[in-house]
């Protein structure tokens, strides 16, 4: 078990930290309106449709909006609150709805994350894990594609924060042990509010979140599986054994085994399935419902935004992964690839041997023939990409289009990327919660008497001569004493075990249990959905995926050397809590710095376009 770190000003630090550096997201707010106070790009769209809805033009609609309205009337809501408890605005301007936008970043996101990370790990009360899952929460909302679009008019942050806050009553569901109708209902209105922000949602709400029920329920009803043939996984699937591996000791082969396995211990449980799906498939009725009404999924632009697969888009989002999270997959991914000879003892994980090494050839051969059979067929260069120079996926498509060849060389970093953010699931020395043992009270054995000390023939000399000057005095001789014999105790009641047996298999689901095999394709499946129907490439539709991904890594891991002996002296602990605090700081150093960047070039290193003198254009993600 991961030894636990005493709190320290280190760790304090994070904590505290959360609020102050939240202020940086109303500062960012501050000066975009003090720089571009007219709405740009696709607030261009989206302002003037947010002020016909304050102006009560509820049927008005902009033909080139794609995003159904939960924006427009998430900002009427929040300026109608605040016109009813201050006066004003009376008027919305570009400024007053990037500030609603500001709201929901600055605290809803921040709020419903720690709910979500509170109920995901059951370690809130100690404190410097609290002070983790606090740092943590504060990375998610500085990534920067998030921080960017939060001073700026766009759907992006409230399409998370429904999601969030839809997983969030999901979870609740899973801790109310019996039928949850409050939290079922919950999570159904906010499963239903998810789709009125973003079309897309559906995978996250219905697939994402649909998907762990069904996980969820399987666990509860079926045992585990310790066959390793397809044919006997799939066989005993309908016997409820359910084969589900840890990723730190998963191969290629395990995923394709776990599918299996799921598909045939669903079908053995199909009805108590079904019942567990039940909101998840209301909203998949009701986005279906909405797609016959619209003729499509976007609701303008459909000749821009026509549905297709767009396979590589898997491909793009593992580099993006490794930009913007290489600081928290720097240092694991050296324990697997480097001899331990060559790592420091502070950055040695002490990973089992099992888990070390690159990918197998098994893996290189059964996933870059389709990465390179995507890139061939089905690369999608969308219009607007190519025509939009601001954008920075326009510079990265570039690089892909400057030579033939490149593009598959990237498949090298494609396959390597992908394996170290999916490895990144195993990233954990915390072992898993051993197995409860059933434990049947023994049945009282009698007892034989106490053996007695033996005596020597010097002692029974000396009693014998006790007992002779006794005899003497007229006393009666006195025996030598015996060892008492200890006192028996009552044996463990049933009753008392069994309350016994109830608080240890508590604790153990209390405890952070290593990422499975299951949840991996589960993540992988919404995220394809997600993304492959989407023809144009753009940083903010792989938000949500990286948000999913962040909230599920294992906490840090603690060097071998302090986890297996724990530090006593001062300079020991500072260095373990150095070590394992670095990787969360250096992320929070990196986003930073990249925000400043990005920032900077968007309000400062403005251009012109020769076809639209006198107008400044900006880059943005």
Known sequence: MSATLPESDLSRAARYAVPFALLLIPLWKTRVSAAVPEPYLDEAFHVPQAQAYWAHQWTHWDPKITTPPGLYLWSYLICAAMLALRGSPTELDADVLRTTNVAATAVLLPWRLQSVLDLLRNDRKSRPAGARLSHTVLN??????LFFFSGLYYTDVLALVVVVEAYNWQLKRATVSGSAPLQSLMFLVF????????????FWVSVFLGGLQVLRT????????????????AKKGFQNELYDPLVSDASITDYFKTTVSLSTTALNNLPRVLVSVVPHMLILAAFGAFVLWNNGVVLGHKEFHIAGLHFPQMLYIWPYFLFFSWPILVIPVANLVLPKNFLPKLLDHGFPKKQRGLPSLLALFAVVPFMLAAIHYNTIVHPFTLADNRHYVFYAFRILRYHPAIKYGAVVIYFLGAWA??????????????RLMPMQPQPQQPQAPAPTKPVTRKEKREQQKEADKKAKVGRKPVAPKQATPPEQKDPVSPEVMARIQAHIATRQKQQLEPTRVSFVIIWLAATALSLVTAPLVEPRYFIIPWVMWRLHLPPQPIPAVHRLNRPEEEKEIVRAQVAAYSPLFLETLWFLAVNVVTGYVFLYKGFEWPQEPGIIQRFLW
Do not use: D, H, K, Y
């Not at 998610?140 to 594609?145: Q, W």
């Not at 499963?191 to 559906?202: C, D, E, H, P, S």
């Not at 195993?426 to 919660?433: R, S, V």
């Open 191 to 202: 499963g239903l509010v998810a789709l009125v922000f973003r079309q897309t949602n559906i």
């Open 218 to 233: 399987l666990r509860l009803s079926t045992n585990r599986c310790n066959s390793s043939g397809m044919s006997e996984i």
């Open 421 to 434: 953010v999916i490895s990144a699931f195993g990233f954990t020395t915390i072992a898993p919660a051993p």
């Open 140 to 145: 998610i909302c500085l990534f920067p594609p």
